[in-house]
């Protein structure tokens, strides 16, 4: 099976511009969450999407969002870009139900992205 | 709300030693459990995980941990250390019902020497 992947790998944006993300989770994944590193903050959750949904969301500013498409690929969007949201962006994918949650994330490799 | 500590921001250890990685979580209940590694510029891989049952759990690459609900652990442990280990290791727990959020640690940093 393939695994997570994530388009683009790296990007270089200016402040003030917005930026979209893409995420392809493993087939038959239907829950995808997105992930912050940062050498300062860590790895911080950002969303989790399921059928289509969110169902859980970190403690970032409305300038984050996302989506789910029907056929589990999500995207994540940044508005009006800050120098602090220089980072790794992380998606993870899981089997998920509706009504259980296993936890288990299988991760791509990321988007670097770099505001100038 | 739970929270994951890594005490350990780096370890040094010779190849061939054997390593522990240590993580203290907060939580009320029983929780999932994780550990992750990152190497340079990738993203995460899953190294084996704790739902319930055995409390020491294998996993690949040779690792293993141990859940103590006493000591609210999770060490990880490999006895005999590759040079390919040299990575950035996090443990992860994933609790509540309000959906799939992992809270990750800080990470420990791990450098082989030769």
């Known amino acids: 099976k393939a695994g997570v992947t994530q388009t683009p790998r790296y990007l270089i944006k200016t402040r003030g511009q917005q930026v979209t993300l893409s995420c392809s989770p493993i087939?038959?994944?239907?829950?995808v969450s997105w992930y912050q590193q940062t050498p300062g903050q860590g790895l911080q959750f950002l969303f989790e999407?399921?059928?289509?949904?969110?169902?859980n969301k970190g403690n970032f500013p409305g300038r984050f969002s996302g989506r789910q498409f029907s056929n589990s690929r999500s995207e994540m969007n940044v508005s009006t870009l800050e120098l602090g949201d220089s980072a790794l962006y992380l998606c993870?994918?899981?089997?998920?139900?509706?009504?259980?949650?296993?936890?288990?994330?299988?991760f791509g490799p990321g988007t670097r992205l770099t505001v100038t | 709300a739970q929270s994951v500590t890594q005490p350990d921001i780096h370890i040094t250890v010779s190849e061939g030693a054997s390593l522990e990685l240590r993580c203290n979580y907060s939580?009320?209940?029983?929780?999932?459990l994780f550990w992750y590694v990152q190497s340079p510029g990738q993203g995460l891989q899953l190294l084996l995980k704790?739902?319930?049952?055995?409390?020491l759990v294998q996993g690949i690459k040779g690792f293993e941990a141990e859940f103590k609900r006493s000591q609210s652990s999770f060490n990880l442990r490999k006895p005999s250390v590759h040079w390919s280990d040299a990575a950035e290791y996090f443990c992860?727990?994933?609790?509540?019902?309000?959906?799939?959020?992992?809270?990750f640690g800080g990470g420990t940093r791990v450098l082989v020497k030769p």
């Open positions: 993870a994918s899981s089997h998920g139900t509706s009504g259980r949650v296993t936890y288990e994330q299988y």
């Open positions: 087939s038959g994944h239907r829950s």
């Open positions: 992860a727990v994933g609790a509540g019902a309000a959906g799939n959020k992992l809270t």
């Open positions: 704790y739902f319930s049952g055995d409390t």
């Open positions: 939580y009320g209940a029983t929780p999932y």
């Open positions: 999407y399921f059928s289509e949904t969110q169902r």
